[in-house]
């Protein structure tokens, strides 16, 4: 895409996703922190629904660990990985505490020294908790920048780089939210809604659908 189509392809994102933000619930930057470790391949929903009781027994750092891993484990049994992610979760509360008095990190390097935390979950809480610029991709940001021709890549760090440089500086900060609600609603893996999405005639893909979903 030209800077141009670019520009343009961010503005009708933008125009059609008024209010671009995560679909986790919480209510601090540790919750939001807590939320991301947990879906990993889960669904924003079913992540929901178990910190829904999760965070009213245990919202804090110090709380988390006194719950233990048998208590986390409760509350999300029901997500995919659950053993693991309960232990991570009590480990990365503790360091929390240990390393960071209870606050979550604004640093990558840090917060990617946290138990469970990835490049990618760091990139989700430094955005949606500090407002910073980043571009955490997953399988939507994934697809759309590859299936769009915005940001081509073999791998989510070439999508990731490709997509901050090729992003409007007006756009970088919500950019992220965008692609991911425009990948999750619009153009989704199996059956994207081609004749409904707002950027059908900037996007280079050569196999659009016909029909709405």
């Not at 840090?110 to 809480?125: F, I, S």
């Not at 090729?166 to 994207?192: F, M, N, Q, S, V």
Request: proline content about 7%; charged content about 25%.
């Amino acid at each position: 895409m030209t800077p141009r189509q670019r520009n343009q392809f961010f503005a009708r994102l933008a125009a059609a996703i008024p209010e671009p933000k995560t679909e986790l619930r919480s209510r601090s930057a540790y919750q939001l922190l807590v939320s991301v470790v947990l879906s990993a391949q889960a669904t924003d929903k079913s992540v929901n629904e178990a910190t829904r009781t999760l965070f009213r027994e245990a919202g804090t750092p110090v709380k988390m660990v006194a719950l233990g891993v048998d208590g986390v484990k409760r509350h999300i049994r029901r997500i995919g990985l659950f053993n693991t992610k309960a232990e991570n979760v009590v480990k990365l509360s503790a360091q929390l505490l240990e390393r960071h008095k209870g606050r979550v990190p604004r640093e990558r390097a840090e917060l990617e020294a946290l138990p469970g935390v990835g490049r990618k979950t760091a990139n989700v809480v430094l955005n949606t908790a500090f407002g910073e610029p980043t571009m955490a991709v997953d399988t939507h940001i994934f697809r759309v920048g590859n299936r769009t021709g915005l940001a081509p890549g073999k791998t989510p760090r070439q999508v990731e780089d490709g997509l901050l440089a090729a992003t409007p500086p007006e756009y970088l900060r919500d950019a992220h939210h965008l692609l991911i609600l425009h990948g999750r609603y619009c153009c989704t893996a199996r059956k994207p809604a081609c004749p409904r999405c707002p950027v059908a005639d900037l996007c280079t893909w050569p196999d659009k659908t016909m029909e709405t979903t």
